[in-house]
């Protein structure tokens, strides 16, 4: 069965405003919050010190960064601040993971400029040390690779569920990346990100990328944000659940819109509970 959640802003000039936000959404029953990450943009909090406001929050609904800024946050670092978030709320983390973008911003704030192939590769790189961190397969961790190097850290605390990587991709390197190695997958869905006339096809790039990794495609969540620039009337429940199977999606994460967002909440649990 599908399910369903909202994505929001980080919006630091009403910061009130996400906590209400992410409340109502718990309180709906909705089963996911999602919130983007772009630590350079001036009008927006700190996406992963939000999350963790809203863990202390929030009582049930599951939270995850969509996606979180790779390049402005250190993998073996990334991963313990999951780790230690999964243990405080519960169980209730995902990580939404991104190769970047905005590369002038980034490097602004004294992160890397990648080329897109770099960014695909750092992405490979990191998704492979906070996999070795999360599970503690060992005592240690050791990595080295063309941007990132690990010698010998201690991963703990052990999170307290197998924490999902879903991977905010589009282009075929990293529709490969996500059958290989991620745990689900995590476009935004509209005009200006992927038309839905083009979901079949990723799909089955990724499900022809996890069988030659040996993996089950299935295993493979499938998620998508929607409503960031298309209709305002994603909210009837029917819509939704016909997007969610046709397309076939696990999750899909309803952007709220700038009117009434404690009623549109509130409606899209009613709608979706149904």
Known sequence: ??????????????PELAVAQATAADEAGLAYVGI???????RYLDTWTLLSYLAARTERVKLLPDVINLPLRLPAVLAKSVASLDVLSGGRIELGIGA????????????PKRTPGESVEALEEA???????????????RFRGGHY??????????????????????????LRLTG??????????????????????RQAAIDESARRAG????????????????PEDWLDGARLREFAAEHRFDVVLVAVPDDDSLEFIRRLGEETGR
Do not use: C
Request: no cysteine; glycine share 16%; charged share 20%.
């Open 127 to 141: 998704m492979q040390i906070i996999r070795s961190f999360l599970d503690m397969d060992s005592p240690s961790v």
């Open 215 to 230: 993996r089950d495609p299935g295993d493979i969540v499938r998620a998508a944000n929607i409503g960031l620039d298309g």
């Open 149 to 174: 190097t690990v010698s010998g850290a201690k991963p703990g605390p052990a999170p307290a569920h197998r924490v999902g990587l879903w991977v905010g991709a589009y282009g075929p390197r990293m």
């Open 1 to 14: 069965m599908t399910k369903f959640g909202v994505f929001i802003l980080p919006n630091g000039e009403d």
């Open 36 to 42: 983007q990450d772009h630590p350079y943009q001036r």
């Open 180 to 201: 290989r190695r991620g745990d689900g997958w995590l476009p935004s869905v509209g005009e200006h990100y992927l038309g839905v006339g083009d979901i079949a096809a």
């Open 100 to 111: 970047g973008a905005f590369w002038d911003a980034v490097a602004a704030m004294g992160g």
